[in-house]
DNA sequence: AAACAGATCCAAAGCGCTTTGAATGGCGCG
DNA sequence: CGCGCCATTCAAAGCGCTTTGGATCTGTTT
């Protein structure tokens, strides 16, 4: 990684001593306490109490108070408060980049939106860390140990992942978005049901008289591709179909790996005649394969998704293109940042978790299974 | 916006007051710089210059300091270093989510994947907002006042935004990704060429023979769309061509856009024989139109698509499947945060700007017009 | 009337760091 | 020897807020 400017930083930033550069002191104009305190005659204890909140000052006080604060367009200042109360009113997103976590991409964008939401109205911050590689355990030591969050949102979990025994011992309060099957210690987390959902996607396919069923999964040491394949098989299984080898697929959920996918299973003698996906953006790719191969979605094969409901990839307007199980990931962000908070407020609870049910909607990609 | 917790929150924090809640202190166990003072004989202030890199220590000094703090596991507490420092070493992204701005979405997460390596980098952390709707100028005027940032990042600027302006008379440091055509006043700002892209997309399929080109662009208040719009007219016109009104489609970028916009066009009674799509998920959509309607890329229409070379999205692996004008944003956030921290450290510089050229791939989307 | 309780407010002590201004000790130099 | 000069180090004063432990003043109880 290159870095550009003049001063002499190699990985880690090495504090403040920068000679020849001048830093306008930030925020010095803003109005503080003291000076707030003294335009109304009150002690810095009181004001600071009436903008608080607390019972014991007068409400004719809180009322002068919080009138002079909007009118000098007074703020705490954010630093002083984290250090003063020992809190940072932050919650931490960790996000990886190398190509094991890649898929976090697409849904993470609408992840933070809803939890966003949540943070704003309960007044807590939110803080980004994209963490190149390895290090990925130094950064929650040094979030902890520079008290930079209250508490953190791990994504894109593994089957077993070292995070969530890490942050247990660094006593971080933490919510996983999704799930550690290996992981028996209880813990926070908010999960779609995969493997329910892609059961119920099998189950409609055999419904429909499919038996050659095939699955575009996402990389399955991730734990929701993992859960999501034993889902499907569990459907096909218990119809008495034996699952076929070729007709599985993993890897990164991209268009370009739906496509190809796509295009190898219709290479094969027997192609399946219906595949569930396990992302939009892989399902455009096998569309792409499906259209190349002058195939028709539904009549030829018949196609099911996992829909995260993205803002910006919405499965049809009012006719879903795809068939799909659909679960809104931004509602997941919301319910996580409400978990998080609780917890962080309550440490002493025991940990909570949600488990949403995907819906089923049904769309123009599925049909009854092609006569030969 | 209900808020489900049993606290009265309304839509602004009111402060700690909650006697029923029990907040363990965070980070009270952590080494502090007393004590690591204490264990090694010296005063604070050396400790604090050691690490910090300040010259009056001497070098044997500052190694024995380093020892004890990376043995003690030391780290400043960032609350009191910002106090101190009166410095925030924060970065905030503020998001709009109206639906006038939904197209930063899906190149946002690029955008601060770039970004947020850049601050890494150089010690500064990422602060994301949520904005829900128009209080946007509130949310500017609490993060200077409350010295939450040193600087932000502007995203999805409109024509006259009103943003611009607003920064400056806060004097809050800001980059813009993007520009803002109608504003005269000097600002920093990291953008691609979008007029130079468009008008080569334009040149590049005049060259090919076609005459019938048409424009699926974004929302054309927002800057980067009225500036492809003028990229391609340019084009046209100084091929003689006048552009046809209904060739010309300005919308939102979702693949359910990008599909209908092309299907519409389709239908004309003299449909273009060529398209440039403002971007790669409304591509994916005019591809699909296509195929509904039997008709190959390249050969009956071609398609040239902007693409911003999203990790998730890529645009094929050796052979592009779409022509397009590719551009990094993932790129333009590392420029943009490099940008933004130089103008912070320097306030007194005059405002910089990064004009970035798009390159022009020719994939299989593009081909000589059809002889009719 | 004395004692008490409750309501309201305040001075001052932190929170953990940076930074100012001064002290200390070793050294060469006239 | 006495002086000034570096090179090091330190004590103490903030930064702007929260919070502890009274203080003061009312009204109420015995």
Redesign the pocket.
């Known amino acids: 990684m290159q870095v550009q400017r003049g001063m002499d930083f190699d990985q880690t930033y090495k504090?403040?001593?920068c000679p020849h550069i001048q830093i306008a002191?930030a925020?010095?104009n803003?109005?503080?306490?003291?000076?707030?305190?003294e335009i109304?005659?009150?002690?810095?204890?009181?004001?600071?109490?009436?903008?608080?909140g607390?019972?014991?000052?007068?409400?004719?006080?809180?009322l002068r108070v919080q009138h002079a604060a909007q009118k000098h367009n007074?703020?705490?200042?954010?630093?002083?408060?984290r250090?003063?109360?020992?809190r940072s009113m932050t919650i931490g997103h960790v996000i990886p980049l190398s190509t094991q976590h890649e898929m976090v991409n697409p849904v993470f964008a609408d992840f933070i939106a809803g939890a966003g939401e949540r943070y704003s109205a309960c007044g807590y911050d939110m803080k980004l860390t994209i963490v190149d590689d390895q290090n990925e355990e130094d950064i929650y030591r040094d979030l902890k140990s520079?008290?930079s969050v209250d508490g953190i949102i791990v994504h894109g979990p593994l089957m077993n992942d070292p995070r969530i025994p890490l942050l247990q011992e660094l006593d971080l309060p933490f919510v996983v978005h999704g799930r550690a099957s290996d992981i028996e210690m209880p813990y926070c987390w908010v999960d779609v049901n995969n493997a329910s959902a892609f059961q119920r996607a099998g189950e409609f396919l055999i419904s429909l008289g499919h038996r050659r069923i095939g699955l575009i999964n996402g990389l399955e040491h991730m734990d929701f591709a993992h859960r999501r394949r034993a889902g499907l098989v569990a459907a096909l299984e218990a119809a008495g179909v034996t699952p076929n080898p070729d007709y599985l697929h993993a890897g990164e959920m991209t268009e370009i790996n739906g496509h190809n996918a796509m295009k190898a299973m219709l290479a094969l003698d027997t192609p399946p005649t219906a595949v569930v996906v396990a992302s939009f953006i892989a399902a455009l790719g096998v569309r792409r394969a499906l259209d190349e191969a002058g195939l028709r979605m539904a009549r030829d094969v018949s196609v099911i998704t996992f829909d995260d409901d993205l803002s910006y990839l919405r499965n049809g307007d009012s006719i879903p293109i795809f068939t799909a199980t659909r679960s809104s990931v931004r509602q997941a962000g919301r319910l996580s940042a409400d978990l998080l908070i609780s917890h962080i407020e309550n440490p002493t609870a025991a940990p909570e978790h949600k488990l949403l049910e995907a819906d089923l909607i049904i769309g123009n990609s599925t049909g009854p299974v092609p006569q030969e």
């Open positions: 504090g403040p001593y002191l925020g010095s803003a109005m503080n306490l003291k000076q707030l305190s109304l005659g009150l002690s810095q204890t009181t004001v600071s109490r009436a903008l608080n607390y019972p014991e000052v007068a409400e004719r006080t809180r007074y703020q705490p200042n954010i630093g002083a408060q250090l003063a109360r020992g520079r008290g």
